[in-house]
């Protein structure tokens, strides 16, 4: 597979920032900049009081301020689609157990129509319990079975003439849905996550796998993800597939900085450490970079954004 960069727009989509003149700034921003897609988070609501571990921090602290926006994503996605052209506009992730999944397979089919087929569905089981009890989805402690039927549902809708599906939580028959998607089968299906629940839902459901790497304590430095990988490759074998089938991605900060060699952490640095770095996650076998890059406007990000567009995605073409 061709290597490819994504850019995850954060500050677009959540906190002081986010809006819609920054949404489309930036996104038009990347696509001008050759950037292959987009990526947003999903959150519905933000509990005020949260004891759910989130995963992406040394203390398992939650960042999300409730008395900041958080746009919804797909919501996003359809208002992107009519602001680009050629960008791939993606979620990282949604959590697919947050809404009724016959409603969601309907706008994630129109997101694929109106962008010409330009979607990436990245999909999670999600982390928050106050969140789910908060906006009525099926039980916390059934996430993972109940994101695995969704999918599965999603697919039947997107890909069947006459779709019918029985599950343990949805059922559906007798019923028209059009219009389909343009991608065919369907929109990729890439699976967030690190675990061995996640790597099982990529073996068996996904069509790419996304984790978060270097942000304490998933850290996923280049051994560590090899071993993942390998992981990956036997539960493939069991399920009849190849690693070849799915597309590797990973989403990573990068910060340009002046550090010395003794000190300086991976993906920190001038372009060429950087793209270095990069180097070391090409050889076990990464095909897709997802790039934050913190800013403090969207002026600096921008200028970031260009940055690396034109000093580091040169090195690795």
Not at 61 to 72: G, K, R, V
Not at 222 to 228: A, D, F, H, I, Q
């Amino acid at each position: 597979m061709a290597l490819t960069f994504g850019c995850v727009l954060s500050e677009a989509l959540f906190g002081p920032l986010a809006g819609p003149e920054t949404l489309r700034a930036l996104v038009q921003h990347a696509e001008s900049e050759g950037f292959d897609s987009v990526w947003f988070a999903d959150h519905v609501v933000i509990p005020r009081q949260v004891e759910s571990n989130y995963p992406y921090a040394a203390d398992g602290a939650s960042p999300f301020d409730p008395d900041q926006p958080f746009y919804e994503p797909l919501s996003a996605l359809n208002f992107l689609a009519g602001c680009t052209s050629k960008i791939r506009l993606g979620t990282h992730v949604l959590i697919i157990p947050y809404r009724e999944p016959v409603h969601t397979a309907k706008i994630l089919a129109t997101i694929d129509a109106l962008s010409g087929g330009r979607l990436t569905l990245g999909a999670g089981a999600g982390w928050m319990e106050e969140e789910f009890k908060a906006v009525g989805a099926p039980p916390f402690a059934e996430r993972g079975a109940v994101t695995d039927e969704y999918l599965r549902l999603f697919k039947a809708l997107w890909t069947q003439d006459q779709p019918t599906f029985k599950g343990k939580y949805r059922q559906v028959s007798d019923i028209g849905f059009c219009p389909k998607p343009i991608q065919k089968p369907h929109p990729p299906i890439w699976i967030g996550g690190h675990s061995k629940p996640a790597l099982r839902r990529v073996a068996r459901l996904g069509d790419g796998w996304m984790p978060i790497g270097l942000r304490p304590p998933s850290l996923l430095q280049p051994e560590g993800l090899s071993k993942k990988i390998s992981q990956l490759r036997s539960l493939l074998d069991d399920a009849g597939r190849s690693l070849e089938d799915i597309a590797i991605s990973l989403t990573v900060p990068v910060v340009f900085a002046e550090v010395g060699s003794s000190s300086r952490l991976l993906l920190q640095g001038q372009p060429e450490q950087i793209a270095n770095d990069f180097r070391l996650y090409m050889e076990v076998g990464v095909t897709n970079f997802n790039i934050n890059l913190p800013a403090p406007t969207v002026q600096r990000k921008k200028e970031t954004m260009s940055r690396f567009a034109h000093e580091v995605m040169p090195l690795l073409s």
